[in-house]
């Protein structure tokens, strides 16, 4: 494989993070719902995710290559049909809205309690570098990623680190919350909800690759890196069980029992991990809106939907997030169906 090939490889797989990772990732809330809570288990729900993710990612990447999809319209389209396709479009353009908004006012939240400054300061300047970004369509995705991502990893590398240090809590310790099958049922949810959130970007992202080849190793690039990341971040939250449970943003908690620079650090990775997942959102949203617009099209849709999403943020993160998500994890396993069988062309 040629140099160009591992670059895009890279690339691509850093997209795939960047757009799985979260707000709820960086917090830690979703390892800790997911997997810790069952105890030695979750090492198997971390593996089981990880295969799915890999799995999934790349037939999403795939059918965007073959499809030369600029958009996921054109996915759920061949799979569902034209009426059924524009039901279930409008309803994850929907969502995808409602997450932009609870995107927005979780960076407007960051911004009060941890810099101190404007809740209106903190999400227009995250709107103004989210339009900059975006300007250059997939191709800024792909830059802003392979830089915010290899940082939220590093950062967790350096958090599993430190926990090492102060020493890894017994199994036996968390034994309580363990449960024989639910760990499986978790994993799988846990995989089903962020590739169906992650479809918007992945299939005109499957276009981005030169070669099959290139696709799927950065399909696995992003799964591997997944994993890693979710095995790191379950280790910090295991030494500090059952403790964990009681806070809202747990990985925020160790930090700042760790090291008070190490807090500020966190603040900032968990900004990076929002705005990668903002500006997925966004491109997902625009191009759905007009395919094959044109740059200052898109720039104004763009503008109009983070400028809508502004005032609708005013209502807050906590209470946007306790709505919309569970409707949108629903919404995830119509996707999930179209990843099942492999794309044979029709002659119509």
């Given at each position: 494989m040629n140099r160009l090939s591992w670059k895009q490889s890279f690339q691509i797989g850093c997209t795939y993070i960047g757009t799985v990772i979260g707000a709820g990732f960086a917090s830690g809330q979703e390892i800790l719902q997911f997997f810790t809570i069952h105890g030695t288990y979750a090492y198997f729900g971390i593996f089981l995710a990880t295969v799915l993710f890999a799995w999934g990612g790349i037939r999403l990447l795939r059918f965007g290559y073959e499809l030369r999809a600029i958009s996921y319209n054109q996915l759920t389209e061949y799979r569902f049909g034209k009426q059924l396709a524009r039901i279930l479009d409008s309803s994850m353009s929907i969502m995808l809205f409602g997450i932009t908004v609870a995107m927005l006012a979780g960076v407007g939240a960051l911004f009060q309690e941890q810099f101190h400054l404007s809740f209106h300061f903190g999400v227009l300047l995250t709107i103004g570098l989210t339009l900059f970004v975006l300007l250059k369509g997939m191709k800024g995705i792909l830059s802003a990623n392979s830089i915010i991502v290899p940082c939220m990893f590093l950062f967790t590398i350096l958090i599993f680190i430190l926990t090492l240090r102060q020493g890894i809590v017994s199994p036996s310790a968390i034994a309580e919350q363990e449960n024989h099958w639910?760990?499986?049922?978790?994993?799988?949810?846990?995989?089903?909800?962020?590739?169906g959130l992650a479809v918007s970007?992945?299939?005109?992202?499957?276009?981005?690759?030169?070669?099959?080849?290139?696709?799927?190793?950065?399909?696995?690039?992003?799964?591997?890196?997944?994993?890693?990341?979710?095995?790191?971040?379950?280790i910090a939250l295991a030494a500090h069980m059952p403790g964990m449970i009681a806070f809202e943003v747990p990985m925020g908690y160790i930090a700042a029992k760790m090291n008070p620079w190490l807090q500020i650090g966190f603040s900032f990775v968990l900004w990076g991990e929002i705005f990668s997942s903002l500006i997925g959102n966004v491109y997902a949203l625009s191009s759905q809106m007009k395919p094959g617009a044109s740059m200052l099209q898109t720039l104004f849709l763009n503008i109009c939907i983070l400028t809508v999403a502004f005032f609708v943020a005013q209502i807050g993160f906590s209470k946007l997030v306790t709505i919309l998500y569970p409707l949108f994890g629903y919404l995830s396993f119509f996707f999930i169906l179209a990843i099942l069988f492999p794309i044979r062309h029709r002659n119509e």
């Open positions: 639910k760990w499986g049922l978790s994993s799988i949810s846990y995989a089903a909800f962020n590739l970007v992945l299939i005109p992202l499957g276009t981005q690759a030169g070669t099959i080849q290139t696709l799927k190793l950065g399909g696995l690039i992003g799964a591997v890196g997944l994993g890693v990341m979710m095995v790191i971040v379950h």
